[in-house]
């Protein structure tokens, strides 16, 4: 008697186990389908960016035009203002 209710009790184990099992291998695979949703989403984003990028590159580009300097523009009479240590 008691190697049968050992049995029975074993045999409901395995079940819940087994529809354990069912239930995290089908959340598994939901997570994994979304992943992949979420990764082709960002994958056609950055492809979109990168076309976006490369038409302003084309567009801006103007090659024969001077680049202007950086600074300020200062006379020919005026020396530069800058202090040597210990003077």
Do not use: C, W
């Not at 992943?35 to 979109?48: A, F, G, V």
């Not at 990168?50 to 801006?60: I, M, S, Y």
């Not at 523009?73 to 210990?86: I, L, N, S, T």
């Amino acid at each position: 008697m008691s190697s049968t209710l050992f049995v029975i009790e074993t045999g409901q184990h395995i079940a819940k186990t087994n529809v354990r099992l069912d239930f995290l291998t089908q959340y598994i695979q939901d997570v994994l389908s979304d992943y992949n949703d979420i990764n082709q989403d960002t994958r056609m984003q950055l492809e979109l960016i990168h076309e976006a990028l490369a038409e302003l590159q084309v567009k801006n580009r103007e090659p024969d035009t001077p680049r202007r300097l950086i600074g300020f523009r200062r006379g020919a009479d005026e020396k530069p203002k800058h202090v040597a240590a210990g003077q």
